[in-house]
C-alpha cells in the first residue's frame, strides 16, 4: 500500500490530516488519498463529463458519467475502504518517534558539551588549586543557619537547589575561593543545565499525553461518569493501580513502562547525577586544600545531601519504569554516597568525647545502611547477571571499610577516597541496556 500522499501538489500529506474532518480512502489499486481529494477528483470527472456533452464530444443517447479515477495509477476509484483509526495510530505512532529522536538527539549534544568539559577539567582544577592556596579560610565550627543547597527550589520543580557556584556568604568561604570555584564549575553547571533541559521536556511528549488521555478514560469507565470532549485543566492525582493498569496495557502497544519516551528521561537525570559527583570530588579536593575546619566542610555536607536527593529520584523512576538495570545502579551510587558520607563524618578532629561518641553513633547507621544496600545489591546482581556491577559492589565494600579506618584514624584520606571512579564504571558499563 503506498501512503505517499504527498506526491502532488494539491494533496494533504498525512501529518497535516485530521482523519475525523478528512477521513482517508484506500482504493483497491492499493492507492491512498483523503475524501477531500476524492471529492476533488468527482468534481472534475463531473465537470469533464459536462463540457463533453455540451461540446458534442460524447454520445447523448449512450453517454455515462465518466468514472472517478485514481489520480497516481487512472484505475477506477471502486470499493474504496475507509480507514481512521489505523491513519490515527501511525500518524501517532510517527509523532513519537519523532520525538524520541528529537530528545536523543539533544541528550547527545549535550553529552558531547559536557565530554569536552571533562576534557579539561584536570587543567581547569589544578588552576583552581594554586588560586585555593593563596588565601586561608577562616575556621567555621558550626554548620550555617541557612542552607539552600539540596532544599526544594521552588514547586514547578522536580529537582532540589542545585546552585554551586555563590557559597561566599552561606559558608563563610573567602571570597577569592568563590571566585576560583565558580570559574572551576561554570562549564559544569552548564551541562546541568543542558541535561535538565531534556528532563523537563519529556513530559510535554505525545507519549506522555497519551498516557494522561488514557488514566482520564480508564477512571471514566471505572466510575461510570459521561465522557467529556475538553481535558479537565486541573488533574486530580490519580490512583495508582489505575495508572499501573493503562501502562501495562500501553507497554504492549510498545510504549514505555514509565508513560514518558522511554531512556531518556531515566538518562538526563542519570547524567545530571555525575556531574553532581564530579562536583563533590572537587568540594572534597578545596576541603582537603583548605582545611577541615573551614566552611568547605558544610558545603560537602550539601553537596552530598543534594546527590543523595537525585539518586532516590532515579531510582523511583527507574522502579516506575521497571527498569531493573538502572534501579540497580541507582543503589551502587547510593552505595557510594554512603561511603563518602562516612568518609565526610570523620575528616574534622575530636574536641571531646561528646564528639568521639557523636561520629560513632552515626558511623553505626550508616554501616546499617551499606549492609543493607549491600545485600540487595548483591541478590538484584545475582539474579540478573551483572558482574561488573557485581564486581563494584565489592569495591565499594573495601572503599566503606577504608572510610572506616580514616574515621578512627587508622589511615589518611586520600583524593581516590572521593574520586568517581564508582559512577565511571556504571557509565562505562552498558547502561543503555535498560531491560
Known sequence: MCLNVSVYPYFTRLRDLDVDKDPVLVLTCGHALAMSVLDRESMKAKALHKQHLREGLSDIAHCQGDLVRCPRCGRPATNLMRYGHQFKYLR???KIKSEQAALSEEMKDAQEQFDMVHGTLEKRKAHFLKLLLKTKAPPRASPP???RLGKPDRKSSPFPQSDFKFISKIYGIPAAHERAW???VEPLTLSIQRFTAVYHKVPTTV??????IAVEGLIRFETGTTIQHSRPSTREAVPEELRSKVLS???TRGYPWDGF??????DSIQKRIHVLFIILSLAFTALKEAGFWSGW???????IKCTGIHVMMMAGIASRGKYKRRAMEARLMFLDLICKRALWTGLRPYLNNRDIVSVRNQIQQLQKQEMAEQVEVRTGCTEMGMAEHLLLATRLRVKMARAIKVVNRQTEAEPSDWGTEAISILLSTGSRNIC
Do not use: H, P, Q, S
Open 92 to 94: 501517532l505512532d510517527e
Open 145 to 147: 543557619k541557612i542552607r
Open 182 to 184: 565558580r570559574v572551576l
Open 207 to 212: 507519549t506522555k499525553n497519551v498516557v494522561d
Open 249 to 251: 496495557i500501553l507497554a
Open 261 to 266: 519516551v522511554g531512556f531518556v528521561l531515566i
Open 297 to 303: 566542610y558544610w558545603f560537602v555536607e550539601d553537596v
